[in-house]
């Protein structure tokens, strides 16, 4: 069966510093990965998403992701994070072929001045 | 507007009671989804809809109920509501084949069971 895990429900982190949110996901066969990010009271927004090819994947807001497929990771990063990037972030996966996302538990990423 | 809106957005009810959540895309997109999310869970599918009078089972569908007459609609009917049931419930749809791109997620409705 497929299943997404995030390895921190929580994560604080200082203004301007570098952030990595981490995913992993098994699955026997190939997927997608995406990750997408829930700003308070309001719906999930695609971030990015991994269906080929490079294996670096940049999004919006200056986030970017690589898949590692020897280690079936799909970690979150940016560089530089700012207040507005504080949410909940959701990795997801897809088998290919199907139609439905499958969830990890959420990581909600709280930025102090 | 285009776009998938939920309705309400928030909801009280007491235990018992049957209550429906309401969903409406605009885009004509054929699969429609409902989730729930609840703290350290993440979101858990409840059912799903390929087309009009096509619906399936998701992982938590017990003590819910779907029905989808047009294409358009999908709306999730807790027969009798549980305190368990309370959660932030959210519709999504993609386009048959599409769902590489992502979903496009509603607002969600917040249901609170008293």
């Known amino acids: 069966a497929q299943s997404v895990t995030q390895l921190d429900s929580q994560v604080p982190v200082f203004e301007e510093a570098p952030v990595e949110l981490r995913c992993n996901y098994s699955s026997s066969v190939s997927v997608y990965l995406f990750w997408y990010v829930q700003y308070p009271n309001q719906g999930l927004q695609l971030l990015l998403k991994y269906l080929s090819g490079s294996t670096l994947v940049k999004g919006i807001n200056g986030f970017e992701a690589e898949f590692n497929k020897s280690q079936t990771s799909f970690h979150l990063r940016k560089p530089s994070v700012h207040i507005s990037d504080t949410a909940e972030y959701f990795c997801?996966?897809?088998?290919?072929?199907?139609?439905?996302?499958?969830f990890g538990q959420g990581t909600r990423l709280t930025i102090n001045p | 507007d285009a776009g998938i809106t939920q309705s309400p957005r928030y909801k009280i009810t007491e235990t018992g009671r049957q209550v429906t959540l309401m969903c409406h895309q605009t885009w004509s997109h054929s699969y429609m989804f409902w989730y729930r999310q609840d703290l350290g869970h993440g979101l858990r599918l409840i059912y799903y809809?390929?087309?009009?009078?096509?619906?399936d089972k998701g992982e938590v569908p017990d003590g819910y109920v779907v029905s989808r007459s047009k294409t358009e609609n999908f709306p999730l009917t807790l027969e009798s509501a549980t305190r368990s049931q309370t959660s932030v419930y959210f519709c999504?749809?993609?386009?048959?084949?599409?769902?590489?791109?992502?979903?496009?997620f509603g607002s969600g409705t917040r249901l609170t069971v008293v």
């Open positions: 809809s390929a087309a009009a009078d096509i619906t």
């Open positions: 997801a996966a897809l088998i290919q072929g199907a139609q439905k996302l499958v």
């Open positions: 999504a749809s993609s386009e048959s084949g599409m769902a590489i791109y992502g979903y496009t």
